[in-house]
């Protein structure tokens, strides 16, 4: 059996069930038919289970390296491992678009079959959106973006996989930051389906809740594994470049974070509800935004390997989206009106969040212009711009500070309240961090800083040390207050832990991203015996090793490290060479502590036995080790903010059906 | 077209003489004084790297990165000021050797524009949430206790009315 030709069936048969399920759901909301939702879920179903086949079919192929089939010729060959092999399926465009589409398929499949009983009448348009999205993406499968597209004649050895693609963060970073994307789905489904509706109800503010959570700490982990794996691979001693596609993968992070605040709003006093759909349709949009500049080459980016003519079908398909929220927005949207419009905005947690939404708001507008201007600089003045970290790096700093700002004031104002009231709190914080703050600038050597540099590092781990500390003092307070065992707190309250781990999270991170004012750095070319000498270190160049690992050659610069006349062990700066490949790859040489990191990578090299030497870029990262850590912080907190039972359910008033037959 | 200058003077480059080695600037490098030291950081840091995505020509040892630098290192020796060679560079290689926007004419909305945008936000929600409102009490019932009396016994009668007729 030809397999291809199957899969590319299964893939037609879901495009034509989704396009079936919009229809069914369309008609099912306008002439509120219960037995046509059941059939637009069964619709949603059956595109589920028939993409899973689908994708199963393309891994049997790539596993069985069968080259008739364009895309297995394209992305693997004989000797890949098989790790390689199984991520191989997302390496490319088509495959990449199939996981997009696998994984919708999966989430959209779950939210029809697992709805609140509040939402039943809503369901309708939820399908409505979820299936038209799946239609134009299966769409895609099977024309421009096909992944089962035939090579004929079916060549005897595949082109192998891009050899910076061969690690294990390119098996894990796509799955985890996709699952983020494509469950920016959910909650823009919902936003359409009560603007469509014409009300927000109680199951409504839950289940979005649950899915931008989920949304959320994929984003989260998968936006940071992206910036490990740039670390760790790219060789140029940084994490984060203000890529564009970084830029567009920090967007709807931004735009979900802010749904989930505005939702907690909602929750507590029934407020923001409209400000809540705008922002899960804006984190919609922008979650396909990425996708549409890497694979339309508008943009330049590390990630522009994937350029295609699917930019173009993209671009419409975003204006058409855009559009159509738009006008469905101004429609509709004035039938949404708050629960209860006797509250005040007063000196409150409430106001604190409308802040909070405001600082993500602005972070998310400069992160846009900065992606974006480029383009609209050539467009109307004729000449190309970049936009590249200096930009970015000026107005940081004070979003950064003022999300520390915001965190603290947010966790101690109270709901409702009409005057300050922690101004114990925030004093006693501020003198409790001051001997942290003097002892990390001490340790970590901020005082060796100068100028905005230093400005800028002191003021930040001050409000960070404040910020722990005002957080912590409520923590306490709060469990003090509800007397109650720990287990049964963890199980009660889950989502304020959660929430406070998550905040926590924020300030390491931010006292991690404050490292990059103060790294050093020292290129030096070394004949064997010579050393280098960068903050305190001792490096010493003992010669090349040549090794060979797998299929791989490695020529490593192995240094050994003293610091101050204590040893401090080796470190291995490498370049390898793959056997199909003429390009030297950057392994680099990592050593890791709580205060920094030493990174050192072997940047050009003279193998001759008489005259051997070796040019080592030698850079000292300072506190790197904190943004992972926040990274495993923000994943904690999502998944304990997530186990919440309690947290957005309230009574349901029992509504009469709707739908008659 | 870009390209084709960049081309073009790397092929010029290296047909002139031999290609500058990362060696050559290192040696360069240290025997500068720490002022002119620093002046080279911050030019070389606001300058893209042009065959690499998103570095400085600091942060980068490509070929065409090091003719740069060694251009940076030429001007400084010659006393020129930082701006000076910004704008040879500029000049040279167009706006796409910056790593930013002027912040001059059309270019200086890029830096404006967050700004702006912040104080407009923070006035709607001023606007909308903290601008302190009046509470307009409800209108008292205009009609008197008499009137209603006297609608309530024309009703009572005509009701009696009724009963006594049917």
């Known amino acids: 059996m030809r397999l291809d030709l199957f899969g590319f069936f299964l893939l037609f048969l879901c495009c034509l069930a989704s396009v079936y399920g919009a229809i069914a759901s369309l008609l099912a909301a306008k002439l509120k038919h219960r037995r046509l939702f059941r059939s637009a879920q069964m619709a949603s179903a059956t595109a589920m289970v028939l993409c899973i086949g689908a994708s199963v079919i393309l891994w049997i192929l790539l596993f069985s390296r069968d080259y008739s089939v364009g895309y297995v010729y394209r992305n693997s060959s004989a000797d890949l491992p098989l790790r390689y092999t199984f991520s191989a399926f997302w390496c490319a465009l088509e495959g990449s678009h199939l996981l997009w589409t696998l994984l919708l398929s999966i989430f959209s499949g779950i939210a029809h079959f697992t709805y609140s009983r509040d939402n039943e009448h809503m369901m309708p348009y939820v399908s409505l959106t979820l299936q038209s999205v799946l239609a134009w993406m299966f769409y895609l499968t099977i024309s421009t973006s096909d992944p089962f597209a035939p090579m004929m004649p079916a060549p005897e050895e595949g082109l192998g996989m891009n050899a910076l693609l061969q690690n294990g963060y390119m098996i894990i970073h796509p799955p985890i930051l996709f699952t983020g994307y494509t469950s920016c789905t959910l909650p823009f489904a919902y936003a359409i389906g009560a603007l469509c509706y014409g009300e927000v109800t109680a199951g409504w503010l839950k289940t979005v809740r649950q899915w931008s959570l989920v949304a959320w700490t994929a984003l989260t982990v998968g936006v940071i594994l992206g910036g490990r794996w740039a670390y760790v691979e790219l060789g140029w001693a940084g994490y984060w470049a203000w890529d564009p596609v970084e830029n567009s993968s920090l967007m709807p992070w931004l735009f979900i974070t802010a749904l989930l605040h505005s939702l907690l709003v909602q929750d507590k006093i029934g407020h923001l509800k409209r400000l809540s759909i705008v922002l899960a349709i804006l984190a919609f949009f922008f979650s396909f935004f990425g996708t549409f500049i890497t694979r339309s080459g508008v943009i330049s980016s590390v990630h522009s390997f994937a350029q295609s003519s699917v930019g173009p079908n993209y671009l419409a398909f975003l204006c058409t989206l855009l559009g159509a929220s738009v006008l469905l927005y101004a429609w509709r949207a004035p039938s949404i009106l708050p629960t209860n419009t006797e509250k005040i905005w007063g000196v409150s947690r409430e106001s604190a969040l409308v802040v909070t939404q405001f600082l993500l708001g602005i972070f998310a507008i400069i992160v846009f212009i900065g992606t974006m201007y480029p383009i609209l600089s050539e467009v109307i003045t004729g000449s190309k711009f970049n936009v590249q970290a200096p930009y970015f790096n000026t107005f940081a700093p004070y979003i950064g500070f003022g999300f520390i700002v915001a965190i603290v004031f947010g966790n101690i104002l109270r709901y409702q309240a009409q005057k300050f009231t922690g101004s114990r709190i925030v004093l006693h914080s501020a003198i409790g961090a001051l001997i942290p703050t003097g002892l990390f600038c001490w340790y970590g050597n901020i005082f060796a800083s100068r100028g905005y540099a230093f400005a800028v590092q002191v003021v930040g781990v001050a409000l960070v040390f404040w910020g722990l500390i005002a957080l912590t003092i409520e923590l306490v307070a709060f469990v003090r207050q509800t007397r109650a065992g720990a287990w049964q707190l963890l199980s009660r309250h889950s989502a304020y832990f959660g929430a406070y781990i998550a905040h926590l999270g924020v300030l390491i991170a931010i006292l991690g991203f404050l490292g990059n004012y103060r790294g050093m750095d020292k290129t030096q070319t070394v004949k064997p015996g010579d050393s280098i000498e960068l903050y305190g270190y001792k490096f010493t160049f003992h010669g090349l090793k040549f090794d060979k690992v797998e299929n791989t050659e490695m020529i490593s610069a192995p240094l050994t490290m003293t610091r101050d006349g204590r040893d401090e062990g080796m470190i291995h700066p490498a370049r390898s060479k793959y056997p199909t490949k003429e390009e030297l790859f950057n392994e680099i040489g990592l050593v890791s502590s709580f205060w920094h990191d030493i990174y050192a990578v072997l940047a050009d090299f003279q193998p001759d036995a008489k005259d051997q030497q070796a040019t080592i870029q030698m850079h000292i990262n300072p506190t790197v080790r904190f943004v992972w850590f926040a990274a495993v912080l923000f994943l904690v907190g999502g998944l304990l903010c997530l186990a919440d039972r309690f947290r957005g359910r309230h009574r349901r008033l029992e509504t009469q059906p709707l739908m008659e037959r | ?166």
């Open chain 2, 1 to 166: 077209m870009r390209n084709l200058i960049l081309v073009c003077l790397i092929a010029l480059s290296t047909t002139a003489g031999a290609l500058v080695t990362q060696q050559d600037i290192e040696g360069r490098l240290s025997t500068l004084t720490p002022v002119e030291r620093a002046e080279f950081d911050q030019i070389a840091d606001r300058l893209r790297c042009p065959t690499c995505t998103g570095l400085s020509i600091l942060q980068s040892d490509a070929p065409f990165s090091l003719e740069i630098k060694n251009s940076v290192l030429d001007q400084i020796k010659t006393g020129k000021s930082s701006d000076q060679i910004q704008k040879f560079f500029m000049e040279r290689y167009g706006y796409w050797i910056l790593r930013e926007p002027l912040k001059e004419g059309f270019h200086l909305l890029a830096w404006l524009l967050p700004i702006g945008i912040s104080i407009v936000a923070l006035f709607l929600i001023w606007l909308l949430f903290w601008r302190p409102r009046t509470r307009v009490p409800l209108q008292a019932s205009v009609r008197s206790e008499l009137e209603i009396l006297g609608e309530m016994e024309r009703a009572l009668a005509k009701m009696t009315g009724e009963r006594s007729n049917g």
